[in-house]
């Protein structure tokens, strides 16, 4: 049979929040409002705050046709890839076609929560099911070294976005806090966080660290007791904790290296990683991995939780 191919879809990738979640990606790589350190689809080259058709519209419908003719659903549909998916302003009409194909997947979007302040952007936000944003830190100072934001955007124009879409959205709301030590792990930062927190009043905390490589080499994952200071200080926080997979997901022996590469491009993944998303053997993937790594296509990166390989990118 021949290899699957998608642009604009990827996975479906095991989420530690979601399931089997089958990702949507809008922005050409790396084009994004914030270049955060930790970032791991790597250092943002188009920074802007401009919204605009970034890709087609009507070829994800067709990749979205396309793949539900031939597939089960997944757990959730999720805006997500290599970028901030509320960059396209057709990411609301995209959404209700989604919900029209395919009734009962839920519709998850993960954005960094940059342009929340904006009316269009609150309303194709609010055609999700669930959204689950970002915010990393409440000093101006913390923002710009952590986020390294567009110079227009500041985490109180952030705050207060966020605060207003809670009060329209009939979904859940989510708000994930990102913990780089030294950054943002200190009492006064924390404190200023969970103050923005309450007055979001988000129906989940989420407080998350290094996983897979960030952006920058000199990021390291906060230890144990730091996540646990900072669930505690956001009271109704709570530690991300590692995705175990539920199984079932197959896919056809010839498209094992494309959907492997697809998935490497816009994040970083462990071989375990691969084999729970593909739900094939080891084997498998191993041998995938070594045809990319021979072509050239991939490279691997040793991290304390195993090697992480990710897409090579290459100039014209």
């Known amino acids: 049979m021949a290899e699957e191919s998608y642009t604009y879809l990827f996975g479906p990738v095991p989420s530690r929040r979601l399931g089997l979640s089958l990702g949507v990606d809008l922005v050409p790589s790396k084009t994004c409002s914030l270049d955060c350190v930790y970032c791991e689809s790597g250092a943002t080259t188009q920074l802007t705050v401009k919204r605009s058709s970034l890709v087609p519209k009507e070829a994800v419908m067709a990749e979205i046709d396309r793949y539900f003719d031939a597939h089960e659903a997944p757990d959730a549909v999720t805006f997500s890839g290599a970028g901030e998916p509320t960059l396209h302003s057709d990411i609301g009409e995209i959404a209700r076609y989604i919900k029209a194909r395919c009734p009962g997947v839920r519709v998850v979007l993960l954005t960094n929560g940059t342009l929340f302040d904006r009316e269009d952007v609150r309303q194709d936000a609010a055609q999700m099911d669930l959204v689950i944003a970002s915010f990393d830190a409440a000093d101006k100072g913390v923002f710009k070294s952590l986020n390294r934001p567009h110079p227009s955007l500041s985490p109180e124009t952030m705050a207060e976005g966020l605060v207003a879409f809670r009060h329209a959205f009939h979904g859940e709301l989510w708000l994930e806090v990102f ?40 990021v390291r994952a906060a230890d144990k007791e730091t996540l646990a200071a900072v669930t505690k200080a956001l ?13 079932g997901a197959t896919t056809e022996d010839g498209a094992v290296a494309s959907r492997i590469f697809e998935m490497v491009k816009r994040r970083p993944c462990t071989a375990d990683d691969l084999t729970e998303s593909l739900g094939i053997t080891g084997e498998l993937v191993a041998e995938a991995l070594a045809e990319l790594m021979a072509a050239g296509r991939i490279r691997g990166e040793d991290q304390a939780r195993g090697i992480f390989y990710t897409s090579v990118m290459v100039k014209d």
């Open 179 to 218: 913990v780089v030590p030294g950054l943002n792990d200190n009492a006064a930062e924390v404190a200023g966080i969970a103050e923005v927190v309450r007055r979001i009043g988000p129906d989940r905390v989420q407080v998350n660290t290094l996983d897979r490589p960030g952006t920058e080499s000199w």
């Open 235 to 247: 009271d109704s926080g709570e530690i991300i904790g590692a995705y175990r997979n539920r199984g």
